[in-house]
């Protein structure tokens, strides 16, 4: 069998593109090499690994089944290259996800000090919401995962990470500012700003807050965590956010603190493929995630 490296290559990056001419782009080729390099590999496979919907490629069982084997072997041919060219012992590189609030307040401090640590090349830090994070993932363009919502994938290891407390928030001019105390019945028919289906933030509100509610109403649906404090400093509406996204806008008094009767609390997580080779990089910056 006269499987190479290039189509494997080429194979990963269709998988994950879903076109043949994202993934020439991506590998900075032509669609026709991308087109001989998938036909070689599937006339050595002697199977085709994707099905053809709607001018896309999609795995199929096959494919699915190359998809972790090829990683793997693209992986370690990077180690190999890496072992005998440079001088660090950590070599390689890292694409890392992170849900909104880690991307944005915890990751760039992790990086650095990691860096500082382990020279090496952070290729990619994708800050998206959850269910983006999982996604990528699964589709092995990461290779680990920072986020704020549960997974619940049998393809996914999940270990608890650090943790974070939840701030309800509202405008200085809105009713709740000045209470002393508040309790689930003050929130009943309230008004809230919640981010999009998929994010961590969401989740934890519809859990630990809206299931305990009789009613409320959703004002707003937005994407960032800044356009909710923004929105919300206009009084829009009620939001419960990470304290380490809502601080800045507390201590410049564009926000308030609600002060609600029982402490918020969410966990963090930190997310592998099951089936993700980790290299010795992967597995140095694993370790140093767990005893930060």
């Not at 590999?41 to 998809?67: A, H, M, P």
């Not at 209470?179 to 934890?204: A, C, F, I, M, P």
């Not at 404090?229 to 509406?237: A, L």
């Not at 609390?265 to 140095?284: C, D, V």
Request: hydrophobic share 40%; with cysteine.
């Amino acid at each position: 069998m006269r499987i190479s490296l290039k189509q494997l290559n080429v194979f990963t990056a269709i998988a994950q593109e879903k076109t043949m001419t994202k993934a020439a782009e991506r590998l900075f080729i032509t669609k026709p090499a991308v087109s001989l390099s998938l036909s070689e590999l599937e006339k050595n496979l002697g199977y085709k690994v994707f099905d053809r919907v709607n001018n896309r490629l999609v795995l199929n069982s096959e494919g699915r089944q190359l998809l972790p084997l090829a990683d793997e072997l693209l992986e370690r041919a990077e180690a190999i290259e890496h072992q005998f060219t440079a001088d660090s012992q950590l070599t390689g590189s890292l694409n890392i996800g992170a849900s909104d609030t880690i991307g944005n307040h915890i990751a760039p401090v992790l990086l650095s000090q990691f860096q500082q640590q382990h020279p090496c090349d952070i290729q990619q830090l994708f800050i998206s919401n959850t269910a983006q994070i999982i996604n990528r993932l699964l589709e092995f363009q990461l290779d680990i995962g920072l986020v704020e919502g549960k997974a619940h994938h049998p393809k996914l290891n999940m270990i608890e990470w650090q943790s974070d407390d939840m701030y309800i928030v509202c405008a200085p001019s809105h009713p709740l500012a000045t209470k002393n105390q508040v309790s689930l019945d003050d929130l009943d028919h309230s008004t809230w700003l919640l981010r999009e289906e998929g994010s961590g933030s969401r989740e934890y509100f519809i859990n630990h807050i809206a299931a305990n509610l009789n009613d409320w109403h959703e004002s707003l649906q937005l994407h960032t965590t800044e356009a909710i404090i923004n929105c919300c400093s206009e009084n829009m509406g009620l939001a419960c956010i990470s304290q380490l996204a809502a601080q800045n806008a507390i201590n410049d008094g564009r926000l308030v603190k609600i002060s609600y009767e029982k402490r918020l609390t969410r966990q963090y997580w930190l997310l592998l493929h099951k089936e993700k080779y980790q290299t010795p990089l992967l597995q140095q910056f694993l370790a140093y995630c767990e005893e930060s």
